[in-house]
């Protein structure tokens, strides 16, 4: 671990970004140009005063979790990323987890969403970031691990997965994840984590093994859906969605027309918050 580079390149990284950068407040009193390192922090998920200690080079050696989130907070590219890892005494992230890092282009434009649902899936539909809105409507991602942080392998094993969409549509999204799933199996391999959920779905859902043997392969750029709220009940919303170049990631964002009730609908999600989850969690 080299704690003055690592110290340096933090604390560069850090004076080069902006509030608005981040989707933060510019605020009235602020001397440095750059973030604030209780910002850092808290982007982070971390004490100020761990973070404090890394730009003064008395920290002990971040954990690899670690790294990632000082890398999504200081909008890290994926060479910048690397970098952070080798100079803390950790190898680079691996291929099969780089998929996690979320791309600082899509980052930017969720950060200046703040008033409708917007997240960001890697491939295996795992939420990597999401907005309160996005939060209100679907619940906290960050509670699932391992295979369940897939979205694919949740609505084959958990049937509170499917409650956000309306019972007729169903079988139609089924037949989404699936070819969904058939895509990034094709591009990652079947040594890849892609490989892994249909090796496991295989076994645990004979709806999934059915569908995944009409090989129906597909990428949806764009979609009209209703999605229910436990508490504000049908929301009628547009899916839009802007992927990376490689595919790997897409932002979804959804909305619904001016002066209707579902677009008043995804404002009250801003008031409601979590907090009509926790039963369904």
């Known amino acids: 671990m080299d704690r003055a ?10 004076e080069e970004l902006r509030p608005e950068d981040v989707g933060l407040p510019l605020g009235a009193r ?9 910002e850092v922090a808290a982007l982070a998920v971390m004490s100020t005063d761990y973070y404090t200690r890394l730009e003064q080079q ?7 979790q670690m790294l990632a989130s000082l890398a999504r907070a200081l909008r890290l590219t994926g060479d910048e990323r690397d970098y952070l890892f080798r100079v803390a005494g950790r190898n680079a992230p691996s291929p099969e987890t780089t998929g996690t890092h979320v791309a600082p282009a899509l980052q930017r434009v969720l950060d200046r969403l703040t008033d409708t649902p917007a997240l960001i899936l890697s491939n295996l539909g795992e939420v990597l970031m999401q ?5 209100a409507l679907y619940g906290d991602s960050s509670r699932f691990t391992g295979l369940a942080r897939s979205g ?26 699936v070819a969904n799933l058939r895509a990034a199996y094709g591009s990652m391999g079947p040594r890849s984590r892609a490989g892994e959920l249909v090796r496991v779905l295989s076994r645990e859902s004979a709806e999934f093994a059915q569908l995944w043997e009409r090989h129906e392969v597909a990428k949806r750029f764009e979609d009209h859906k209703v ?9 009628e919303v547009d899916c839009q969605a802007l992927f990376t170049e490689d595919q790997s990631q897409a932002l979804l964002v959804l909305t619904a027309p001016p002066r209707t009730e579902a677009f008043d609908k995804l404002q009250l999600l801003g008031v409601l918050g979590t907090e009509t989850f926790v039963s369904r969690a």
Do not use: K
């Not at 008395?58 to 690899?64: A, D, H, T």
């Not at 999605?227 to 929301?235: R, T």
């Open 5 to 14: 580079e690592l110290a340096a390149f933090l604390r560069r990284r850090r």
């Open 227 to 235: 999605l229910v709220h436990p508490q504000l009940g049908e929301i």
């Open 131 to 135: 907005n309160r809105f996005a939060e």
């Open 30 to 38: 602020r001397r440095a140009h750059g973030l604030r390192r209780e």
């Open 58 to 64: 008395r920290g002990p050696q971040p954990s690899e």
């Open 152 to 177: 694919i392998y949740r609505w084959f094993t958990d049937p509170d997965e499917r409650l956000i969409y309306p019972e007729h549509d169903r079988e139609r999204q089924s037949r989404a994840q």
